[in-house]
């Protein structure tokens, strides 16, 4: 057996789809690509694959994670090839590493997060950030399964901030751009309760709604407050194999 880590996108307009979606377009680039799956025992065997704290629906992403099961080896890097052959465009498979460390999920402690708001301009936005952050707790509200939810948004994020848009726009409207780092907790923050906050805050509300993406999750470091790549601890652990073999 062996076990694979892979990071992919949600890009374009692959950030509608649902994560029951992916999970019905990645099982049939697995069989394209004639992977060798391991697979469950039961009634109704299926293919053992591990999803990591999806982003929701609506959302892009750069920093999505699963891991998949093997019953004979392979080469991560080909077999990465061969799936981003077999899945849309918008769905691909970034980089590929052999599980050799325990608690993927785990390792999944905090995302970046980037809020586009076009018609609102930077100095705008900075302000908002700035009074969210000055806040003790913000409260907002969220509609779940068991009916209106209200928690506090402010605790679960680290930073905020507003950072220059690359290069002017065409059309010349306002456009800034926040940078957020949330810590997973329960109940998970999202982007949009974040967005809710700004509102309760310093009633900052975007003329349209805001293009979010994950840039990035993974352990964060309560020191620079940055956070790291969740599958470098395989790497070096294949490194070290490595050279010891090696030696």
């Known amino acids: 057996m062996q076990r694979i880590r892979l990071r992919y996108t949600k890009r374009g307009r692959l950030r509608f789809t649902s994560h029951r979606d992916f999970q019905r377009a990645f099982e049939r680039a697995l069989r394209?690509?004639?992977?060798?799956?391991?697979?469950?025992?039961?009634?109704?065997?299926?293919?053992?694959?591990?999803?990591?704290?999806?982003?929701?629906?609506?959302?892009?992403?750069e920093a999505e994670y699963l891991e998949i099961q093997l019953a004979e080896r392979r080469d991560p890097a080909t077999l990465r090839e061969l799936l981003n052959?077999?899945?849309?465009?918008?769905?691909?498979?970034?980089?590929?590493?052999?599980?050799?460390?325990s608690g993927l999920a785990d390792r999944l402690q905090a995302s970046v997060w980037e809020l586009r708001l076009?018609?609102?301009?930077?100095a705008e936005a900075a302000r908002a950030a700035e009074m969210f952050l000055a806040a003790e707790e913000v409260q907002v509200e969220r509609r779940t399964k068991n009916g209106m939810r209200t928690f506090d948004a402010r605790g679960a994020v680290t930073r905020l901030e507003a950072v220059a848009p690359e290069g002017d726009r065409p059309d010349g409207k306002a456009c800034a751009i926040l940078r957020l780092v949330v810590r997973h907790l329960t109940p998970a923050v999202r982007p949009d309760d974040v967005l809710s906050g700004l509102r309760a805050t310093a009633d900052l509300a975007p003329p349209v709604p805001a293009a979010v993406t994950r840039l990035a999750q993974g352990l964060l470091d309560e020191e620079t407050g940055a956070v790291t790549d969740p599958l470098a601890p395989d790497r070096d652990a294949a490194e070290a194999g490595t050279t010891t073999a090696a030696g």
């Open 85 to 101: 052959e077999s899945l849309p465009a918008g769905l691909d498979i970034t980089d590929a590493v052999e599980a050799r460390t």
């Open 118 to 122: 076009d018609g609102v301009e930077p």
């Open 32 to 61: 394209r690509a004639e992977v060798p799956m391991a697979y469950s025992a039961g009634f109704t065997p299926h293919p053992k694959v591990s999803y990591a704290n999806a982003a929701p629906t609506g959302t892009g992403s």
